[in-house]
Each structure stands twice: as structure tokens, then as C-alpha cells.
């Protein structure tokens, strides 16, 4: 008989926490060198569970992988770590229990943290120790990221034919992070050979009951659950689980009748949790019929009411459109602002675009001003929205918040990393690239949030992405471009740019390209700022002419306004023949530069129609 057997025929108990128990023990260090140095403990820890009742332990090895051991210089010992961890989990087992290899997954919210190919390298360093020294079966456990998983599980399939039990995490009830159902999530691990399939961490009973009830019993494979002891408090720094045994008592129960086969804990679980699964579940066998919860799905997710106005994207695929940046202010007070914001929304532009902090400086709120332009002034804002400033949590608020407030026009960025700015220390979050964020607003565009869950209505945002062009390889920044329609991006915004030349090689890069672009132009202001970009910002080149002209009038401010000027009519005049959409940018809070350019689009433009008309 073994494991798989044993499992056809009845309920396993699995055992607890190894981590948070050793945590509460006092060791802040790494747990899986202990199976080096600290033998003794570990051992006493896998007997203490199968004294509770366990019949499965599972080695001390959950991050015994390159990566992980790596943050304590012990990258070199994954081999020896992972072998002895099987050795001791043996000798504490002496037959009396099954000892699965643990290896647990990598990536959390962040995918971009680690490739797919660094995950399948880790992972078969890890595989390959533990199938050395014959483990009874392997359990992949802590997945979040359903990826990974679909990623590794084969590779442990080809290699060997003992059993796997793969787990994935739960983000929240019945969905992971990616927002697949659990049920869909277990039918391609089943699919893909895991013999058990099930969840562990994160969650504690109650949320986990909640999820498997919407599962029906896997076809062939049996399921498992780990629950955390319970959902976790932070207290003094250090985050605690509430420990209440004979809770596990009940909940055992529930796991049962939800079909699971093999029970056994997670994060503050401890040996007095697994005793209490033992006991309520002595004599008891596994069920074999369950009813299936229906799904929880939302079915009416209401279309939000139409935008009033067409989209932007959809403006600039008929017509001329003029959009600017006016930057929010630094400081408090927004009269200026509000003065430039009514100068140029006179001269008719589609929308004044205000960026998020950028250059990573503190500015007042984009989303304050934009609901202010929109109510007071009428003016179309669209919002900078980085990576940067917000978590996951935050950018979703944030877009809710704009979906409230009416505004639909955003531009999703990766944002200034916080070091070039005025709090180097502050920290960037970066929870989600560009292209996440992009990805993110367009499944807020179908009624979803992150992990899947209803949002009760579709948004209706159109979707601007940026557009470097400032680059050594014009065609890698093509293809993001290409990623980002892929993501969902509805039109770009590019940076400025300082020749004929230039304009003309991104029209012939992307004029392949589905979706439009607006052209970035940001006049000159002086020569101290044409020196500034040329030498200091990365990838802007301003081309000799240009610079020479700036500095013949490098002590006239007003000489030097004007020859900004001049200039950036030229690049309108290239750009205008090529790109119905033109992106202004105000320099420093100075609109009336902006005000003359955005009317000298328009009066060409006109003469331009005149012409057309004239000519029949
Ligand atoms: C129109 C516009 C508005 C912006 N508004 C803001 C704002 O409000 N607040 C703010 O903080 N920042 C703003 N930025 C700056 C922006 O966040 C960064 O410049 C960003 O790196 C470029 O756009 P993205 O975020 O979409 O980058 P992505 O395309 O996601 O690129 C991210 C990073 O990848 C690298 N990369 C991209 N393309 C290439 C390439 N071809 N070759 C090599 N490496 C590459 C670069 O390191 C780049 O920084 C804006 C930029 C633009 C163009
Ligand atoms: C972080 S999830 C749990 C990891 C491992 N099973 C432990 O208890 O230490
Ligand atoms: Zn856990």
C-alpha cells in the first residue's frame, strides 16, 4: 500500500506549520539552514506532529530553493539543505508516516519579480534533491501565482512517478489572484497529472470551506487542504495567528463533507490544531458524493451610462485633436493653473492631461484638479496614473474613485522610479508594470476587478499608454507598443520629441500600428533647458541646429521664448502632416506657450480644411 492507496481508501492527516512555528520559537533566521545546524528541533517538530496524528509530514523545505536561500548567502547550498531535510523528516517518520518533498512557489502579486525560465531553473535544482533522496511524494504548495504552477507541475510529472499533490493559494474566496475559479484552477492541475490537488496558506478555514463548496469532487485525483490556524493579526512588529484548537475540530468536519481526503495545516498551525483534526475525523470515512454549490457570479454587471462625449482614441482616429499637459502645481495655491487651464481651453484643445507626480515630486493631487477642470471649467481631464504611488490596493481604489467621479480619460504609466525625485528614500511600489496596469483598467472595462470579482459595472475608461521613442532601438519600443495593444491600450502618448527626423521615423515604426498616437511637442524655454535635455535626460537629443539657435539668444528670456517657439511650430508643421493627434507640453506652468501652439494647430488646421475644400 502507499500514499495514493492509502488516500483511495480513506482520510490522511497531513501536518502543520513548520515556518510560523519556528517563528513563535523565537528563530528569525533562515528555517531551512536548520536542517543543517538545528537538526534536533526540526526533528522534534516533525515527531511532535506525528505524535498529533499525522500521517503525512512534509520536509522542512519550503524555501530551500536558489532564490529564497539566496537572501542568506546559502544560494550554494540548495542540494545539501533540501537532502538533509528529507533525511530527518525520514528518520522522524521511521515508516510510521509518509514524507512528502516540499517545494514551495515563488511568485506573489508581482510576476514581473521573476521569469518563468528562473522559476523552472530553481525549481528543478530543488526537484532533483529531493527525488534523491526518495521522498514518498512531493507537495508544491503556496502557489499564488496559478502561472508558476502550470509551469512547474509538468516539469515534476516528467521526472517522476510519485505522487504530487499541487496546491494553489487562494486570493480570496473561490478565486485566485489572476481571478480563475478554484474549480477551473484544480481541473487543468488534474489535467496536467497531479494526483492531489488542493490549497494551503493564506486564508484559514472559513474561507476555504466557502471556496471548495462552489468545487465538484476532482474526477481522479483527491483533494487536500491546508488552512491557516486562522487569518493573521499584526501585533508589536510580528504577525500573529490566533491559536484555537478545537476549532480545527469543526472545520475538519466541513473539510470532509466538502470531499477533502487529506487535512493538515498551514501558517499558526500547530501540533494541538493537527490533534484536533485527528480527532473529529477518527473513524470517519472520506465522502464520496457532494452538492455542489452553484458559482457565485454576479450576472448583471451593468454598463455603465455612455460617456457624454466620444472617447479620445476615437476622436483622433477622425479628426485633428490638440491635447496638453499642464502640470499640477507643487506648491498649494492653483490660481495660475486654473488661469492656464481656462487660457487654453479656449483655444479649444480635447483635454488637458495632468500628470501624476511626475518626475517623482510630490504635486497636488491630479485627480483633485482634473474633478475640478471637469466641473468648473467643463474641460476634458485625463489623468496620469503611475505604478509607482500606488499598491494594487490603491490603483483599484484610485480607479474607482475616477469611475465615480465621471473622469474616463486615463493614462496608465509605469511612473519616475521615487530615487530621481525630492524623496529618494521614498519607497516605489510597483506592484504592476505599465502593462499589468493597462491590463488591469480593461478588465475594470468589463466589470472585474484584479482577482475576477464583480464590480458591480463596467467602467468605461479609454485607455492612453506611453510611447518612449527617446530610445537606442526604435523597434524594441515598437514592440511594447505592440504589447500594450495587447494589454488593451486604446492610443498612446509619446514623449517629446526635437527633429523633423525623428518625427518622421516613428510615423514609418508604427504607422503598422491599430491604434493612434499623439506627438509629443514641448517648446524650449531657454538655452540653460535645450543644454538640460540634450545632455542630462536620457535619450532626448536635440539636434546641433536647434541648440545653436537656443543659445544665440541664451540671454534674452523673451528672444528665447520666442525661438521655442519657432522651433516647435517646425515640429508641428512635420508632425501635423503625419499625426492627426498632437500632445502639447506647458514647460514650467508657462501656458501661454502652450496657448500660441495649440492655436497655431488650430488656424493651420482650418487653412488646411479651407484648402481642401477649395481644391474639391
Ligand atoms: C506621455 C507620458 C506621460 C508620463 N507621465 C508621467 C507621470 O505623470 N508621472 C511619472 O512619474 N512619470 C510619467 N511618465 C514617465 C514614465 O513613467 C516613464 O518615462 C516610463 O518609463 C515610460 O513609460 P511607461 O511607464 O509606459 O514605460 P514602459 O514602456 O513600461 O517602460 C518601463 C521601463 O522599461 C524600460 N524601457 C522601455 N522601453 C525601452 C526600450 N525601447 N529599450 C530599453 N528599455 C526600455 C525603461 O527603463 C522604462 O523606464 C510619462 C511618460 C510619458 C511618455
Ligand atoms: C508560507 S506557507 C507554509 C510553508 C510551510 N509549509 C511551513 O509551514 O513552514
Ligand atoms: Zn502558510
Redesign the pocket.
Known sequence: MGFLDDLAQQILIADGAMGTLLYSHGVDSCFEELNLSRQEEILHIHKAYIEAGANVIQTNTYGANYVKLARYGLEEQVKEINEAAVRIAKQAAKGRAYVLGTIGGLRSIKKTAITLEEVKRTFREQLYALLSEDVDGLLLETYYDLEELLTVLPIARKETDKPIVAHVTLHEVGVLQDGTHLADAFDRLEALGADVIGLNCHLGPYYMIRSLEEVPLPKKAFLSVYPNASLPDYRDGRLVYETNPSYFEETALAFREQGARLIGGCCGTTPKHIAAIAKALKGLKPVTEKKVKERNIVVSVQASAPNKKPALHEIVKQRRSVIV?L?PPKKLGIAKFLEGAKALKETGIDAL????????TPRIS?VALGTILKEQLGLRPLI??????RNLIGLQSHLMGLHTLGITDV???????SKI?DFPGATSVYDL???DLIQLISQFNEGLSYSGKPLGEKTNFSI?????PN???????????EK?IRCGAHY????PLYSERQIEEVYEATKHLSVPI?I?IMPLTSARNADFLHHEVPGITLSDEIRARMAACANDPIQSAREGIAIAKSLIDAAFELFNGI?L?TPFLRYEMTVELANYIYEKERASQERKIFNG
Open positions: 499637459e502640470d492631461t495632468l500628470a501624476d507626480n511626475s518626475l517623482a491630479n496620469h496614473i503611475t505604478c509607482r504611488d493614462l496608465a504609466v509605469t511612473g519616475d522610479p525625485g508594470s505599465s502593462f492612453a499608454a506611453a510611447f518612449n530610445v537606442r532601438y526604435l523597434d524594441k519600443a515598437v514592440e511594447r507598443l500594450k498612446f502618448i509619446s514623449q499623439y509629443g500632445y507640453i
